[in-house]
């Protein structure tokens, strides 16, 4: 029934809002502290009682979809609660609610709220008498609780809640049943032999039929008496099940889910982001999820769903949201480089930095703990992946940088002798203006000229050192150029340049080893190296500046996909 959300902010400090057009799926990413999980507490208030809350820090206002007159009756109907003995109802009113919870309306009066729900005041009526009773939130804890025994209720009554409608429809259950079994190996079943009482249970066998399973006779007892009950289970296997019943049995229209891999592992969590987002079309259903899984959100976007994917950011009050268009995902996805670096990652985090190799990733990213550790440096919340050299940093760096999230590239500086086609795609990864990129061209080679004049090697023999003033005065300016647009290059050198008073002569990996084992581990312990003012403390304080920097250049704003 939500139609679009609007947030109070856009994707930049500029921009004053994003507005979300809700598909079957809605995906809500980001950093830690960026506001997945409040979004979601803010819907669910509003889908309780339709008001406008000015104290909301994401969502600004949400749009309520019509309801067809065709299917208005139906859709009270479901909601309906029949009178008691002793109720007295005035002429057109009504009972609704569910769990306890009974209000009295009009009819007329609901009818109207739900098919005009935007209209002035409509939009309370339609929450408060229908969508309240429309809406889950699963969060921690009451996703476990989905798999507690319920009661069976009246054969001959319409069934009331999840389990029951499972009972009573075969192929439903034999839909979960195999679900559950693709996952974990066992066959859920649902044991009705403790009369009064519907339980999960997960057998080794299948039951032979349907009476096997739904009956009371002995065969049935026997048989629900070998299965175990899933609340002996782990609490993976009991929130992946609870969350599939109640998304192909529930009543709810929109679920709202927080963190839904919690408890899973990849895998799983990769096949319940895709099972719940195709069940999550089929049925009809909204569902809302704030997640920190990317194994989740490529299942989600794997299972042929309409998907809608919202990276959320906060920092230093100011909050941003993008909607990112599927395309671009889809090209995370699919590249073989970037799924084996883990790119899909980068959703998660506020900054991430792509290095050439493993080793130079291992070793910045301790670089930068030190400096974390160390008052104001460092940079915060960051994922530091890495490619398989120079000339393919640039296809993890543009489709991250296209999403709007800051990556920074750092390669050693033989990225100078690099000209033509791998200097300028590296350029173009930055999203440098094509304007500028022939006079930097010319610079490069220039430099690279001066570097060859000298008959050392500027990798390995001193990097900037090797240059007279004048050259090295140019040098830096084509690297301040390229600091500018988050690109870094190692002045003196390569990774084995740096901490080189540490006097480790090895190259890669043993290098790496080596100079960590030189390093130290213990703070405490007088040898440990600490940060200073200097180095590559200091090369990597140039690259938390960029970060941190709220008008960074190299971030395209792609301002025409920020309202889906």
């Known amino acids: 029934m939500i139609s679009n959300i609007k947030i109070k902010f856009g994707t930049t400090s500029e921009i004053n809002k994003t507005t979300i057009d809700v598909t079957p799926i809605t995906i809500f990413v ?27 820090f994401i969502i600004d206002n949400i749009e309520l979809n019509e309801i067809n007159i065709n299917e208005i009756d139906a859709i009270i109907q479901s909601i309906i609660l029949k009178p008691e003995t002793d109720d007295v109802l005035e002429v057109d009113n009504i009972f609704v609610g569910k ?55 009246n054969l001959q009554s319409e069934p009331q809640t999840s389990f029951q409608i499972l009972f009573r429809q075969d192929e439903l259950r034999k839909q979960v049943r195999k679900i559950v079994y693709e996952a974990f190996g066992h066959y859920l079943v649902v044991d009705p032999t403790e009369l009064g009482m519907l339980k999960l249970k997960l057998s080794l066998i299948p039951p032979k039929d349907d009476m096997e399973e739904r009956g009371i006779h002995a065969e049935a007892v026997e048989f629900h008496s070998k299965a175990s009950p899933i609340s002996q289970s782990s609490d993976g296997v009991k929130a992946f099940t609870g969350m599939l ?44 999820v704030s997640t920190h899984s990317s194994s989740f959100v490529m299942g989600c976007i794997q299972s042929g769903a309409q998907v809608n994917i919202v990276r959320l950011t906060h920092r230093d009050n100011v909050s941003t949201a993008k909607v ?11 590249n073989p480089l ?8 980068g959703l998660f985090y506020e900054f991430v930095i792509v290095t050439e190799s493993d080793t130079d990733r291992a070793f910045y990213q301790e670089i930068n703990e030190r400096l974390l550790q160390d008052d104001n440096r460092g940079i915060p919340n960051c994922l530091f992946l890495h490619a398989q050299n120079k000339q393919t940093i640039k296809t993890i760096i543009k489709p991250l940088r296209e999403i709007g999230i800051p990556v920074a590239g750092i390669v050693d500086i033989d990225i100078i002798k690099e000209g033509g086609k791998v200097w300028t795609s590296f350029l173009d990864s930055a999203f440098i203006p094509s304007m500028e990129l022939e006079s930097l061209a010319t610079l490069r080679t220039l430099i690279k ?72 581990e213990d703070p405490d312990i007088e040898s440990y190296r600490k940060p200073t003012d200097a180095d590559v403390w200091a090369f990597l304080d140039d690259v938390t500046k960029w970060f941190l920097n709220t008008k960074r250049k190299g971030i395209p704003l792609l301002l025409k996909k920020d309202t889906a």
């Open 338 to 345: 970037l799924r084996s670096t883990g790119v899909l990652n």
């Open 449 to 520: 000229k001066k570097f060859d004049e000298t008959g050392k090697d500027m990798k390995t023999d001193g990097g900037e050192t090797i240059l007279e003033n004048g050259d090295r005065e140019a040098f830096n300016n084509l690297l301040n150029k390229l600091k500018d647009y988050g690109l870094f290059v190692v002045p003196i050198g390569e990774l084995e340049s740096w901490l080189s008073d540490l006097k480790v002569e090895k190259h890669g990996p043993d290098w790496l080893v080596e100079i960590f084992e030189k390093m130290g």
């Open 99 to 153: 769990k306890g919870d009974k209000l009295v309306i009009g009819q007329n009066s609901l009818k109207d709220s739900l098919l005009k729900p935007n209209d002035s005041g409509n939009s309370i009526v339609a929450c408060m008498y229908y969508l309240k009773y429309k809406t889950l939130l699963l969060n921690g804890k009451n996703r476990i609780e989905l798999i507690e025994d319920q009661h069976a209720g």
């Open 30 to 56: 980001g950093p830690n502290n960026s506001g997945k999980s409040k979004v979601l507490s803010e819907i669910y208030q509003f889908c309780n009682n339709g008001r406008k809350n000015a104290n909301n």
């Open 324 to 334: 990112l268009p599927n395309q671009d995902i889809l090209k995370l996805m699919r």
């Open 245 to 288: 019943i109640e998304i192909l049995a529930g009543d709810p229209s929109i679920l709202l889910i927080d963190e839904p891999e919690a408890f899973l592992h990849p895998a799983l969590s990769f096949k319940l982001g895709k099972e719940i987002s195709r069940l999550s079309t089929i049925s009809q259903k909204r569902l809302l």
